[in-house]
């Protein structure tokens, strides 16, 4: 079955820039999706298609992704930014798969 | 404003039974893959099942194959999970999230809702 696989952790101070990767089997084949989650919140989609930030994301959010890693940045990363991050893929055997999930900190 | 909202969630013992409900509005639900995904007490998101807009694709996570059934009314803008042989690690807040016809990422989610299988 295919997997997702993210590091548990990434501390930040404000103002610096965060960086999560992501990483599968070819997974700079298929389109990859970032999502945020926060304590007592439903999770908030922050790039699609690799690339994209949907309206209302901030600027500060940007996506990448080739070879087996796909990688979410924050830059200028503020406290507001704290919570767990999920990058999502499809696979034709597996069908959709998430990341394990980073917590972020913004110490 | 776009909403989803589940219903249905409770404490039911194991092997049991329990069918989850998503109300969507101010969409248009019927041009929308529908999609189950939970999160466990501790543990990260993991996605369920889908249900495409058109021709009825339905996919499900292999832990759940054979258990669960998913299914939806694009008259009523309903989304459903009935959901049988419930098993401890079916314990969950049960999300359901839309995925925009072609595209590729769950665009808007609901608030959840929790099962609880414990005896």
């Known amino acids: 079955s295919y997997e997702l696989t993210q590091p548990p952790s990434v501390s930040v101070s404000p103002g610096q820039t965060a960086t999560i990767t992501c990483s599968g089997q070819k997974l700079g084949q298929r389109y990859t999706s970032w999502y945020q989650l926060k304590p007592g919140q439903s999770p908030v989609l922050v790039i699609y298609r690799d690339t994209e930030r949907p309206s209302g994301i901030p600027e500060r959010f940007s996506g990448s992704n080739s070879g087996n890693t796909a990688t979410l940045t924050i830059s200028g990363t503020q406290t507001v930014d704290e919570g767990d991050f999920y990058c999502l893929a499809w696979d034709s055997s597996t069908a959709w798969v998430f990341g394990g999930g980073t917590r972020v900190t913004v110490l | 404003e776009v909403q989803l909202v589940e219903s249905g969630g409770g404490l039911v013992k194991p092997g049991g039974s329990l069918r989850l409900s998503c109300a969507a509005s101010?969409?248009?639900?019927?041009?929308?893959?529908m999609n189950w995904v939970r999160q466990a007490p501790g543990k990260g998101l993991e996605w369920v099942s889908s249900?495409?807009?058109?021709?009825?694709?339905?996919y499900y996570k292999d832990s759940v194959k054979g258990r669960f059934s998913i299914s939806r009314d694009n008259a009523n803008s309903s989304l459903f999970l009935q959901m049988h042989s419930l098993r401890a690690e079916d314990t969950a807040v049960y999300y359901c999230?839309?995925?925009?016809?072609?595209?590729?990422?769950?665009?808007?989610w609901g608030q959840g809702t929790m099962v609880t299988v414990s005896s």
């Open positions: 999230a839309g995925q925009p016809d072609g595209d590729d990422a769950f665009e808007m």
């Open positions: 101010k969409f248009a639900f019927s041009r929308y893959t």
């Open positions: 249900i495409s807009n058109v021709n009825n694709y339905i």
